[in-house]
């Protein structure tokens, strides 16, 4: 079975500090991961997502993330914080490629972004 | 093209009513999934369908129920309401051989 844990359902960061949010996800097979955000009263939007190509993943809105599989870890990642980066992140892991394949989330983390 | 969209946004009903959400996907992606956000839960998987078909299912009692038409909009049904379904019900639309979800902006249901 996978599943995924987000350590801190409540992050602060200052205006331009570093952004760090936790994923770790548990799989018996290779996984696919995902970041989403989600801004309040709106949908889930992707940041990004790995597929195996590459370890370290750019996303949207100068995010990335870096895949460990020793540490079982996909982290989510931006050099400096932006107001506008106040939201809900969900971290996200899949088996497969289609469809079929059940999408577990994670419980969420709330980042505040303090002027 | 046209993200997913989903009618109604809000809506309140009472204990007891039953009440029926809409969901448009992209065009092209025939599958279409669902789930139920809370404070408490968090996102809860409730039912998949692909192309009319309902290929996977939630923990959600019976009085969750969802259908997909041959346009690959699909509704989901909740009959018999109690407070505790009081959520944001979010769909999310996906192209065959893709596993990244497009989510709409969710509906709204406040159970009174």
């Known amino acids: 079975a996978q599943s995924v844990t987000q350590l801190g359902s409540h992050v602060s960061v200052s205006e331009g500090a570093l952004v760090l949010l936790r994923c770790n996800y548990s799989?018996?097979?290779?996984?696919?991961l995902f970041w989403y955000v989600q801004y309040p009263n709106q949908g889930l939007q992707l940041l990004l997502k790995y597929t195996s190509a590459a370890t370290l993943v750019k996303g949207i809105n100068g995010f990335e993330a870096e895949f460990k599989k020793s540490e079982t870890s996909f982290h989510l990642t931006k050099p400096s914080a932006h107001m506008s980066d106040a939201a809900e992140y969900f971290c996200?892991?899949?088996?497969?490629?289609?469809?079929?394949?059940?999408?577990?989330f994670g419980p969420g983390t709330s980042l505040s972004v303090i002027p | 093209k046209a993200g997913v969209t989903q009618t109604p946004r809000y809506l309140i009903k009472t204990r007891g009513q039953q009440v029926t959400l809409s969901c448009s996907p992209i065009s092209g992606h025939r599958s279409v999934s669902w789930y139920q956000q809370t404070p408490g839960q968090g996102l809860q998987f409730l039912f998949e369908y692909f192309s009319e078909t309902q290929r996977n299912k939630g923990n959600f009692p019976g009085r969750f129920s969802g259908r997909q038409f041959s346009n690959s909009r699909s509704e989901m049904n909740v009959s018999t309401l109690e407070l505790g379904d009081s959520a944001l019900y979010l769909c999310a639309s996906q192209a065959s051989g893709y596993n990244e979800q497009f989510f709409g902006p969710g509906t709204r249901l406040t159970v009174l």
């Open positions: 799989s018996s097979v290779p996984p696919y």
């Open positions: 996200a892991v899949t088996r497969g490629k289609t469809s079929y394949d059940k999408v577990i």
